[in-house]
Nanobody
Framework: QVQLVESGGGLVQAGGSLRLSCAASGSISSITAMGWYRQAPGKQRDLVATITSGGRTNYADSVKGRFTISRENAKNTVYLQMTSLKPEDTAVYYC?????????????WGQGTQVTVSS
């Protein structure tokens, strides 16, 4: 089992910045990638950014150049630095971790943190 705890959400004005954190604990050695997804009211949960254990990153087109995902291995923590925030970035942001254990796929989610961007 892997537990994910997010923090750092809040209310910010358009153009502002926020940094989200996701601390992982438990069977971390089974995790190969972590990432952030977001879900706005009435919409599906969409990928924001991911980072592999090797440091390879991937971003949704809508956040490229504005958001940066990074990881601090010593703290088992992944960050999402969000800049130039827009009202359309408003959503619940979820941390995700994927991996495998004896060929069994693993997929974990955090509880989510609200990000609200006012215009």
């Amino acid at each position: 089992q892997v537990q994910l705890v997010e923090s750092g959400g809040g209310l910010v004005q358009a153009g502002g910045s926020l940094r989200l954190s996701c601390a992982a604990s438990g069977s971390i050695s089974s995790i190969t990638a972590m990432g952030w997804y977001r879900q706005a009211p009435g919409k599906q949960r969409d990928l924001v950014a991911t980072i592999t254990s090797g440091g390879r990153t991937n971003y949704a087109d809508s956040v490229k150049g504005r958001f940066t995902i990074s990881r601090e291995n010593a703290k088992n923590t992944v960050y999402l630095q969000m800049t130039s925030l827009k009202p359309e970035d408003t959503a619940v942001y979820y941390c995700n971790a994927v991996g495998s254990y004896y060929s069994r796929p693993l997929n974990y989610w955090g509880q989510g943190t609200q990000v609200t961007v006012s215009s």
